[in-house]
């Protein structure tokens, strides 16, 4: 009884996770996107340092924190890393500020099946026909785009998914605690998110100031946005394992599709019609490989 309690909350904790990125997520960064997406981007950088500041004191995770950074090559991955989930953050951010929702679902869709390329080629994981299949469908998919119209690449979705999943192997590489980890990333970038600040405010193009207090708080929220939804997904892996979970994660990016084609009626050609639906097939073979394997 225990035990399904444990799944049950898992199960709950990474689909709430997964809502959030995909539901809340977007609406919350789409309704601030006048203000641009660099000083969005940078806000972003900013308020999750803060928040991760605030939650690694309330935790009590200090101690995790010294003895992450003594440890000179986490510090090495950890700059690689941050670089990534920085390309990650400001390329979704563009996508959601300029029309591309859809592109940038393309590449959650997708991801975790490159994740299990990155997986073969630098773990030597196992992979089965089902797997395969999966990936080949992939690049068969982004080449139907190239060769029939270049301007239709989801280049978007491409860096997203090639970003999240190069992330995701450093990470597991080193293999530290998620959220002291993500910390100091976001401490790598906040100087460079600071500097960034400051030229936006010296060219009076920043819209966060003091004279409109409650733009500036709903601002901040973007470090919140950041965290909550990554504390809840990886507590929900905690619990029930990366199989479960990775099925899960595309509540994700099903929830940007349908609000990027039917709520901000985003632009979807045949063409990239044709190529999700192959991406689909190849999201629908890789699950079933998961359910049959977990």
Known sequence: MKINHQF???????????????????????SISFIGHVELV?????????????????????????????????????????????????VWIYAVATDRII????????????????????????????RAISILMVFISIVILVFFNLKSLPWVGIIVALSWAFYNLIRKKINIDTDVGLLIESL??????????????????????????????FLMLAG?????????????????????????????PTLQFVLGYFYYNEAFSLLKFVSFIIIWIAVIIYLNDLYETN
């Open 188 to 217: 790598y970038i906040f100087p460079f998110a600071l500097i960034a600040f400051y030229l936006i405010a010296q060219m009076n193009l920043n819209d966060f100031s003091f004279k409109d207090p409650a733009l500036s708080i």
């Open 42 to 90: 940078v806000h972003r950088c900013l308020w999750t340092a803060v928040m991760l500041i605030v939650t690694t004191s309330i935790l009590s995770k200090w101690n995790i924190f010294l003895k992450i950074i003594s440890n000179k090559i986490n510090l090495v991955g950890l700059f690689a890393s941050g670089f990534l989930i920085f390309v990650n953050w400001a």
């Open 103 to 130: 592109d940038a679902s393309f590449g959650y869709f997708i991801m975790p099946i490159i994740s299990v390329l990155l997986g073969y080629i630098f773990f030597k994981e196992k992979l089965n026909k089902a």
């Open 224 to 252: 919140p946005m950041t965290v909550i939804p990554l504390f809840l997904y990886v507590r929900g892996v905690e619990l029930i394992g990366l199989g479960p979970t990775g099925m899960i994660f595309y509540i994700t």
């Open 8 to 30: 049950n909350k898992g199960i709950l904790l990474t689909s709430l996770g997964s809502f959030w990125w995909g539901f809340i997520g977007v609406l919350y960064f789409k």
